[in-house]
């Protein structure tokens, strides 16, 4: 009987520590650190002024009035909503609603016609269309509306998406329009229209660099800046041929000013990045009482965010601006016996290896880099030389138009061109961006 009465009490003293062990876990406040990074994550950057091109890429496929195009995706918001709502985990028969339009949609291009197009990594858009000028032409006519709709993203200023948060929520298709305003510019240009078009190739360039720099979602900013690239090169290979005695349009001034702090942060992706890993969607929200338990989405946030709010700190953006090698510890959060003991789901979660932030700096940084060899392409024209080699020149070159040593900038053995390397060497070697960058006439 002493025995029995004995295993009795350990086993409620063990309910009592385990019960007291959970109760401070869920009830103790979040670290130093977890405070700071969840402020980081937290914070407003939603542009405050401009518009937002968030409800027109939705619908850049249908054929939808301008003025219609804020109730259409409200309604669409509507459905994506009741959506999440009743999304449950496993249900294979729920699939997230459709974008839907009382308009029709657009005609799509094929996978012929997306060939026929520039690519933001073609060395030679110019050529391409020269060669092909008549079926470009036909192409262009057949996609005129798409191609409108395109260029319409030059009248907006930010992309920020009020759609809910989720792993298994649709996004706008980004892409629908690529390489049509590319290659529309490149025919002005080849059919003698050329200061039209590189009033337009500096437009491109300057929207896709607002869009780029002020978008919360992490698959937008990365397309644009592909697309933001994809117009640098393109603008560089028409001031190569551009007349040495026209002036630049004032376009060009706005597309190629000094790259500043929103051309490389990646904060507000990563806030909806953060967002989307704490959803419900990726759990689904608890049936049953005891299965709050083992989950608490609170907690679980306390331990992911200093993981993202790290592209959040100032000191990162500073080291991007500086063009300096940047390479993030990858390390899982601190855990205790009460993190394991009140949140056991999510810290089991918190150990597993998030994505590699690390890329997508080097990509912001390649983009920034693009921009200020696109500045210093315009500032060696128009600069005059005054007999000093273009070695020369480049030294005495504006500060801020400055490159990291691992990019080994230099000229080619003709002198013609400068070249440059990437940081992110992984995506060069399996979809490589041309290194060469043909110098312009002097002006």
Known sequence: MRVFKGLLWATGAVLVALMAAFAWGRLRPPTPAQERALALLNQDLKPATGRNANAWLWFMGFDIPADQVDAAYAKQRQRMVAWVQSFRPGDATVTPPATQADFPKLPSMSSAERQALCKPRDADCLAKVRTHRDEIVALLARHEKLLARDKALGGFDYLWSDMPEGPLTPMPPFAIGMGLWQTSIAADFADGRQAQAMDAACLQVASMRRLHA?????????????????????????????????????????????????????????????????????????????????????????????GYSAMCEPRLTQRL?????????????????????????????????????????????????????????????DTPGDGTSPAQRYAQRPAWIHFAESRRVGFSADGRSLTMDVLDVADQRNYPWPTMWALPPEH
């Open 214 to 306: 002020h978008a919360n979602s992490l698959v937008g900013t990365m397309i644009f800046a592909v697309r933001l690239r994809g117009g640098v090169r393109l603008f560089a290979e028409l001031l190569k041929d551009f007349p040495a005695s026209q002036s630049l349009p004032s376009s060009c001034a706005e597309a190629f000013a000094p790259v500043m702090a929103e051309d490389v942060d990646l904060c507000p992706s990563m806030q909806a990045e953060f967002a989307m890993v704490a959803s419900p969607q990726l759990f689904g929200r608890p049936e049953h009482w005891y299965e709050n338990l083992s989950w608490s989405s609170v907690h679980s946030q306390r331990l992911l965010a200093p």
């Open 321 to 381: 601006l500086a063009d300096e090698h940047v390479e993030l510890a990858k390390q899982p959060p601190r855990v205790d016996l009460f993190d394991f003991v009140s949140n056991s789901a999510g810290t089991i979660l918190s150990r597993i290896s998030g994505p590699a932030f690390d890329v997508y700096l080097a990509r912001q940084q390649d983009t920034a880099a693009s921009l200020r060899m696109g500045a210093l392409l315009i500032w060696m024209r």
